[in-house]
């Protein structure tokens, strides 16, 4: 029995277990042929070679025996166990050091799908310092506990040292310093975007063929604003996925190509590109792409203002998310909802799906996310009249935004608090956030970042009549805007310089404008924005009285925001449609054009402006009346 226990732990072994299968079966085999109750098997069916079998099988599965046994042995040896130990001990700290290193808040400017990329990246490169070759250095555990404080550099040298040694070795082992260079930009992306482009573009360099390196190259070029070559990255990599039959790869870079052009505010292409992304996303069952692609989709539409099927869009990726348990996917949709339900003036549903939102990000500990949660529920404190609420919203976000030094976060809450600031009557701390908005935007890198910024302080000038200072802002918005082909944001500085030229009373030059984005608007497909568009155009023929153009405008607006269900523009239509018609002496029908605008607006406020419209409703009665008499 002593013998037995000590060969016990061996038999778990799976060569030792298959061999006495072996033995057992054959060993019952041989001896019914021994005994004659097998029969002999005749040459003329092939029994020779089953008989052979018979025969050796027996010792076929001794050998098995044999062989389990010594690796048995062997596994079990002190020097075995012992790199076993320290394999499993690597494998360890890499997990924690994946953890520590590859955390969403490092990517926290990128998009969703380009966020999971680069995490996913960044794992992959840790699991190459535990797996393989690399596990043996003596440097490895040194270089992942100093991940789990957040410290690549000792990865990062090993990484450098590998790329340089296989580089030397020359085109044989090319993929491997490839593979190197790769693992050193995933280490770097989250901290250092320079270093993570050059070794990006050193792996695609040794290896041209691999697509994910192609695809962080185009996530890095997105970031630094370099719009032109993340286009060519991510077709490279649709290009790849094509020649190698790959959908899911191609999925991957026509969800790209659509991040891009939707940051280019060029809707028509983003949602060509997404809907691509959406059918091989689908073939492929890559359920998390499809519900990404869906929430992105129903973003145009929400853009071009078409809120009812935004909304259904929205709804589906919320249902998508949850049924997976991704829940920043569910924040995301909560977060659109808001927004649209805050666009449709519906408060109510736009309160509860900030909230749902603010929650989920705040379990997460998701600070930039939060910075935006703060920042809705203060449009929405505002929307609802109560500034007190929307002030302390949006300087929650501002302290956030200033602790995690999110330049973005804490430019938009400045504008915000300047809004609320200046509607108060109080000029000093409105000029006081003026004032750090302006320092902050000169100094933004990202362009798209200083042209918005720019803008938002273009709308604060207009406000105060500084038409001088705010077209100077819009000019420098413009020119970033022009330089990053963002048509959206190009429509947008035509129709605020169209404002500040209609404010002036220079209607040539703002005719020219608000047509300027007209045009593009169309090109986009944004009813929204050519509803605004026609509006804006009305209002100029309106003040150089050429009232049937005004008219034909008017009309053209009041269509599209008819099919678009938006109350404050239709509101505003009827509005100027009541305008042209008393202008044109026809009171009647002045008095039914102002009477709908009156219930819109008696349905979303604000109340002053109903009651300004009522009054101008009684002096219409009045001075017909009197018309009537004389």
């Known amino acids: 029995m002593e013998g037995f226990a000590k060969l016990a732990p061996h038999l778990a072994n799976p060569l030792v277990l298959v061999g006495f299968a072996l033995f057992v079966f054959f060993g019952v085999q041989r001896t019914l042929i021994k005994a004659r109750i097998i029969p002999p098997v005749t040459p003329r069916v092939g029994g020779q070679i089953v008989r052979l079998l018979m025969r050796y099988g027996f010792w076929i599965s001794f050998i098995v025996i044999v062989l389990g046994f010594l690796l048995a042995f062997y596994q079990s040896s002190p020097e075995v166990q012992k790199s076993q130990v320290e394999r499993t001990r690597v494998e360890a700290l890499a997990k924690l050091a994946t953890a520590s290193m590859c955390q969403a808040d490092h990517y926290r400017e990128l998009p969703e799908p380009m966020r999971l990329d680069a995490i996913r990246q960044c794992s992959v490169a840790i699991d190459a310092l535990a797996t393989g070759d690399l596990a043996s250095e003596p440097r490895i555990e040194?270089?992942?506990?100093?991940?789990q404080q957040?410290?690549?550099?000792?990865?990062?040298?090993?990484?450098?040292?590998?790329?340089?040694r296989k580089t030397a070795e020359?085109?044989?082992?090319?993929?491997?310093?490839?593979?190197?260079?790769?693992?050193?930009?995933?280490?770097?992306?989250?901290?250092?975007?320079?270093?993570?482009?050059?070794?990006y573009k050193t792996a695609v360099s040794l290896d041209s063929d691999n697509a994910a390196g192609w695809n962080e190259l185009g996530h890095l070029y997105w970031r630094t604003g370099q719009l032109a070559d993340a286009e060519a990255a991510y077709t490279k990599v649709g290009d790849l996925g094509q020649s190698q039959g790959d959908a899911k790869v191609m999925a991957t870079a026509f969800n790209g190509l659509g991040v891009l052009a939707l940051t280019g505010g060029n809707l028509t292409q983003a949602e060509t590109m997404f809907e691509k992304a959406l059918n091989l996303y689908d073939a492929t069952e890559n359920k998390q792409g499809y519900a990404l692609v869906t929430g992105n989709l129903g973003i145009i539409y929400e853009k071009r203002g078409e809120m009812v099927q935004a909304?259904?869009?929205?709804?589906?990726?919320?249902?998508?998310?949850?049924?997976?348990?991704?829940?920043?996917?569910?924040?995301?949709?909560?977060m659109n909802l808001g927004n649209i339900y805050l666009a449709r003036e519906d408060t109510q549903n736009?309160?509860?799906?900030?909230?749902?939102?603010?929650?989920?990000?705040?379990?997460?500990?998701?600070?930039?996310?939060?910075?935006?949660?703060?920042?809705?529920?203060?449009?929405?404190?505002?929307?609802?009249g109560d500034l007190g609420t929307a002030e302390t919203m949006y300087k929650r976000a501002l302290s956030l935004a200033e602790?995690?030094?999110?330049?973005?976060?804490?430019?938009?809450?400045?504008?915000?608090?300047?809004?609320?600031?200046?509607?108060?009557?109080d000029q000093a701390q409105a000029e006081a956030m003026y004032g750090k908005l302006l320092e902050l935007v000169e100094r933004l890198d990202d362009k798209r970042e200083r042209a918005n910024g720019y803008s938002n302080l273009a709308t604060i000038r207009l406000k105060q009549q500084d038409l001088d200072g705010a077209e100077d802002l819009q000019k420098k918005a413009l020119g970033l805007d022009e330089s990053l082909d963002n048509?959206?944001?190009?429509?947008?500085?035509?129709?605020?310089?169209?404002?500040?030229?209609?404010?002036?009373?220079?209607?040539?030059?703002?005719?020219?404008?608000f047509k300027k984005g007209l045009e593009i608007n169309k090109s986009l497909h944004s009813k929204k924005g050519m509803a605004d568009d026609y509006s804006n155009l009305a209002n100029v023929y309106f003040k150089r009285r050429d009232l049937a153009q005004a008219e034909t405008m008017q009309e053209k607006a009041l269509e599209l925001d008819l099919g678009l269900d938006n109350k404050r523009n239709m509101a505003d239509d009827y509005f100027g449609l009541g305008r042209l018609s008393q202008m044109n002496g026809n009171v009647a029908l002045a008095e039914k054009f102002y009477r709908k605008s009156l219930d819109l607006l008696k349905l979303i406020g604000p109340k002053n402006r109903a009651e300004a419209v009522e009054t101008l409703i009684r002096g219409l009665a009045s001075s017909q009346k009197g018309s009537d008499t004389a």
């Open 150 to 164: 957040g410290n690549g550099q000792a990865a990062k040298d090993i990484f450098e040292q590998v790329l340089a």
């Open 403 to 425: 602790v995690i030094y999110l330049e973005r976060g804490i430019a938009l809450s400045c504008a915000h608090l300047e809004n609320i600031y200046a509607k108060r009557g």
């Open 350 to 384: 736009a309160g509860k799906m900030y909230k749902e939102a603010l929650a989920i990000h705040a379990a997460l500990d998701n600070k930039e996310k939060l910075i935006e949660d703060d920042n809705n529920l203060g449009r929405l404190s505002e929307a609802l």
């Open 142 to 147: 040194s270089a992942l506990l100093q991940l």
């Open 487 to 513: 048509k959206e944001g190009l429509a947008s500085d035509y129709v605020a310089l169209g404002s500040s030229y209609l404010a002036r009373g220079t209607f040539a030059e703002a005719e020219v404008m």
């Open 170 to 199: 020359g085109k044989a082992a090319s993929k491997e310093a490839a593979e190197a260079a790769r693992n050193l930009g995933a280490l770097a992306f989250g901290n250092d975007t320079k270093a993570a482009l050059a070794a």
């Open 311 to 334: 909304e259904t869009l929205e709804q589906k990726a919320l249902e998508l998310n949850t049924a997976l348990g991704y829940k920043q996917g569910q924040a995301e949709a909560y």
